[in-house]
């Protein structure tokens, strides 16, 4: 009678365990987001700076704006809040957002230099206004340093370089629209080289998460920086207060 008992109990606890849902793995979804983030700001860092008699005006990237850097950015950002990283969840999308932004605007369809086109050039009135979308963007980058530095040190050299570039990018603006083109060109040859740096470290973010997905027998040093600042919610010893 108990062997029975001790069977059906057994019985019992198989069929519970088969019901039960099987954890779910989830895939990192960061170096996806990179991957599109490099395989379009690489690129496009060159053109700032004029390498090899290219255009920094980055037309010829535009495909890459909307397929790499915004879609790619904005599914690897969407991926991350199923994670429940926030952080993650609101760069990569904001980013994303960023280069869909600028694709648009490059894009003759969105119509959004046709209101400043004078006799087929476009009018200075574009590049001053055009100008605080780069400068605010740069402000957002800024936040997220803030952040980063409990991070590590590869995204504080990235979120970093990212608010140099993005004011020098607004300036080279304004000084297109004062007819300053010299001037601009520098600031624009800058903005590309802040862009670049921007670039090199997410290539080694994104190599550093791809070697852990393989299991590779060892880690890319990041900097680790989660000691430095003291976490502002310390987990509570609950047997104490009993």
Known sequence: MGYDSDSEKLATLIAQAQLQPRKKNWGNPAPLALAGLVLTLTPLSCQLMGWRGSDPNGFANNGAHFFCGGLLLFLGGLL?????????????????????????????GFGAETPYMKSGVLGAEFYA??????????????????????????????????????????????????????????????????????????????????????????????????????????????EKLE
Do not use: K
């Open 80 to 108: 991350e809040f199923f994670l429940a990283h926030t952080f993650g969840f609101v760069v990569y999308c904001a980013y994303g957002g960023f280069f869909l932004a600028l694709g648009a605007t490059l894009t003759p």
């Open 129 to 238: 206004s055009f100008g605080f979308f780069y400068l605010f963007v740069g402000l957002l980058s800024f936040v997220f340093l803030i952040c980063s530095l409990r991070t590590n040190l590869c995204l504080v050299i990235l979120f970093l370089a990212y608010t140099i570039a993005f004011p020098l990018l607004a300036a080279a603006e304004w000084a297109h629209a004062e007819g300053r083109m010299a001037l601009s060109h520098r600031l624009t040859t800058g903005g590309g080289a802040a862009c670049f740096v921007v670039s090199m470290c997410s290539w080694w973010a994104m190599l550093g998460g791809l070697l852990q997905s393989v299991d590779w027998p060892f880690d890319l040093p990041m900097g680790d920086l989660s000691h430095i600042i003291p976490a502002g919610r310390r987990e509570v010893d609950v």
